[in-house]
């Protein structure tokens, strides 16, 4: 079991970083392929980034997002920079232990956290 607890959302002005941090309470935290997603108002679910426990990494934001992991503090970091409105949204992280390349695929996800919103304002 894992439980997964995002912090670090906030309303930044387009143009900002922001450093968005997803905690783990399980004790097999290095054994699991994190991802985060996020979903704006009336928009699906969309793969942001996510890292597999050897290190492989899945991302669909070129260049602007970058994603690491602190297996020590059972914590994954989403570090954001040159923030746009387009990225507002409830940003998720999610965990599964099936693959060892992050997969885009929500479902493939068993456990998530709460979300954090991200406001990025024009």
């Known amino acids: 079991q894992v439980q997964l607890v995002e912090s670090g959302g906030g309303l930044v002005q387009a143009g900002s970083s922001l450093r968005l941090s997803c905690a783990s309470s399980?004790?097999?935290?290095?054994?699991?392929?994190i991802a985060w997603f996020r979903q704006a108002p009336g928009k699906a679910r969309e793969f942001v980034i996510g890292?597999?426990?050897?290190?492989y990494k899945t991302d669909s934001v070129k260049g602007r997002f970058t994603i690491s992991r602190d297996n020590a503090k059972n914590t994954v970091y989403l570090q954001m920079s040159s923030l746009k409105p387009e990225d507002t949204a409830v940003y998720y992280c999610?965990?599964?232990?099936?693959?060892?390349?992050?997969?885009?695929?929500?479902?493939?996800?068993?456990?998530w956290g709460q979300g954090t919103q991200v406001t990025v304002s024009s």
């Open positions: 999610a965990a599964e232990q099936y693959t060892v390349v992050p997969t885009t695929d929500s479902r493939n996800y068993d456990y």
């Open positions: 399980g004790r097999t935290f290095t054994s699991y392929t």
């Open positions: 890292i597999g426990r050897d290190g």
